[in-house]
Structure formats: C-alpha cells, structure tokens
C-alpha cells in the first residue's frame, strides 16, 4: 500500500488519535505543516507543549486558568450570590461570550453517564454545598446541555441542592435564534410548547 | 472579553492560522492536548518538527518524498510509459489507493489561476516535455480535479504537448458510485451524458 513519507504519515497517525480529528483534517494539517518556515512549525510545536504545561484548573469553580484562584473566582466585580454549573470550561467561554451572565461557574468536569461509566463521584459535585455556604450563594443556574445525560445530572443536582435555602433556575430550551420548526428535531419541539411563555 | 488561559488560546490561534482549521476544530485540539500525558503532548510537537524537517520533494515527479528520487520514480516495476499528472500530492495519494494505475506521475503543485495569481511558470510543467523525451512516455493521463481552473490548466497541458507523438487522456468524468441524479449538480449530469458509453 502507498504511503506518505514516514515523517508525515507519523504526523497524520498522531493527529487523529485526537477524539473528533478525522483523516481528512490530520492530513490537511499536515500538508500545509510541511510547507510551513520550520521556524513557524517550531512554534506550533512549542504552542503545544506550553499549553499543556502551563495551563491548570482553579482549585474553586475547576475551570481552566493560568493561576489559582482563576481570575472569575477572585474578581470582586462579579455577582457571588449567582452561581452557574456547567459541564465543561468551553461552556464557561460560551456562556461569557454573551456578556449576561455577571456571577460566579463551577465546573462539574462532565455529566453522569452509566455508558461511560461516569458516576456524580468522579465529578466536582461534592464541594457544591460547601461553596454554597461559603460564597452565601442564592441562586444556582444549571446550565448543562439538554442532553439525556445532562438532564440526569440536572436531576441528580436538583435533589442534591434541594435542602438548600436557594433558588434552583435551568436554562431555557427551545427553537435556536434563526431556527426553523421544520428542520427541528420534534423533542426540542416538544419542550418548546412545554416551556412557553405567557405574551399577553 | 473573556479569554482561555494565554498558552491554552496561543494554541488555538496557531492552529487556526492553518488553512481549513477553524475555531471549533483548534478548540477540540487543544483542549484535548491540556488533557494529556505530557509525555504524548511532547510525541506530537515532536511529531511536527520531524514531518517539516524530513518531508522533501523529488525532484524528478515533484512528490512528497523521503528520499529523492522517490520510491515511485525510482521503482522498476512501476510502467515507465505512462504518466499521471495531478495536482497535488493528496491526489498521488488518492490514486494509488484505487490500485488501478502502475505508471508514474508528475505533480504540478497546483493549477493555473488568475484569481489566485499562478500562472504556468509557477507550476511543474517546464520539465514535462524532458520527461517525456527521457523517459520514453507514450500516454499522459491528465487527472485535474474537474474544477474551473483544472480546465484551464488541463487545456494549457494539451496544447503544450500536442506536438508530442504522445497519446493524452483524461480520466472520466460523471456520477460518482452511490451517486444519484437527484442530487447530482447539472454540469456533472450534462458531463456524464456528453461522455456516455456504448454498451451494445
């Protein structure tokens, strides 16, 4: 069978050992690596390891951050008394990159699943009560994503955090900005008309 | 505006600047990598480096190689009569896998393309008419992806060799197998029924 030179099919091999990098984009990457300066390549090389060194999770909320505390865990501008779970740190880029949301985030590090053997004690959870008392937190927004693993989870944390003297909120589901009824699945469908709101 | 840990988003940038990687896919590298051994992160930095650093070209086919000249160009059991040229060392690739053709090819390194400002000159094709003569070629298979400016650059290579006591071919084009009418585009429908078969 033919092959890429060593080096390159090496590369490729390497790169789509990365979960959701298919052949396709492993080999794009390396094509256009091969016709990089090597000093640019030097860097990507370097990007790498530095990201992997140099980055580490905040010892409060679990998200990702350069130092310990992480900067939304010791800022004094943010709300304390609002806290927002989420699954993993993309979530927390997402959430503020929309600029609404001015409290604090734990992280949970991912959701329950019995399929991938992923128990409530294998993510950050136990420490939710005592930040709750701690941080005199009033509301927990749970954000996880309207997955069926998720809405476990949400119901695990639920009654969970249910002694607690606090409101309990979940994001909203339905019809994405620019969506259609047609091209949406009928389960989102179904929440939308469930989670109505009430116009007039 | 919030921004991931620097080393984390130097990352992401670095990959993004490779053509065909956008924000989610660098996202999903990088994120992987900070969950990594470090260990494996230094295997694919290093993995990187070499790809650059032992990647050449042979100089005779202008393929990706790791000696020059390549295994392919070097081979004596590969038929030295026919010659495939193609764009790219993807399409080399590609075509090796099909098992079907044994001769050897010529990589022009791109097609001709005002918009993108490569002219002749800047491809591989000066030398393909010492080839032919060295070489003892009796048919050149164009294999041009059936783009506008693999046309061109197809039409440019038959005028150039049509003083050549060569036979010059191109591979088919049509639908592709699974294919369907449906949701095949007009000029590829218009193409198949243009190049139709006699079958009896």
Redesign the interface.
């Known amino acids: ?2 092959r ?5 099919e ?2 490729i091999h ?2 789509t050992q ?4 298919g052949r396709k ?1 492993a ?8 016709s ?1 300066d ?1 000093k640019k ?16 999770t905040c010892s409060i909320c679990h998200n ?3 130092s310990d505390p992480c900067d939304i865990c010791a800022s004094k501008d943010r709300d304390s008394t609002k806290l927002c779970v989420v699954e ?3 979530d ?2 997402a959430i ?2 929309t600029g609404v949301f001015n409290g604090k985030y734990h992280v949970l590090g991912g959701v329950i699943s019995a399929m991938d053997g992923v128990g409530a004690e294998d993510l950050n959870i136990s420490d939710l009560g005592d930040r709750i008392k701690r941080e005199g937190i009033k509301e927990v927004i749970i954000a996880l994503n309207p997955t069926h693993e998720g809405e476990i989870t949400a119901h695990y944390l639920i009654s969970l955090l249910s002694n607690y003297k606090i409101n309990i909120t979940r994001i909203g589901i339905g019809l994405p900005i620019g969506g259609s009824l047609e091209y949406t699945d009928f389960v989102t469908i179904a929440e939308a008309i469930r989670s109505r709101k009430k116009i007039k």
């Open positions: 069978m033919y890429y030179p060593r080096a390159l090496k590369l390497k790169l990365i979960p959701g990098i984009t080999q794009r990457i390396a094509f256009h690596v091969i990089m090597e390549v030097k860097e990507i090389a370097d990007a790498f390891l530095k990201a992997r060194k140099n980055t580490r990702l951050s350069e993993k740190p993309i927390v880029a503020e990159s």
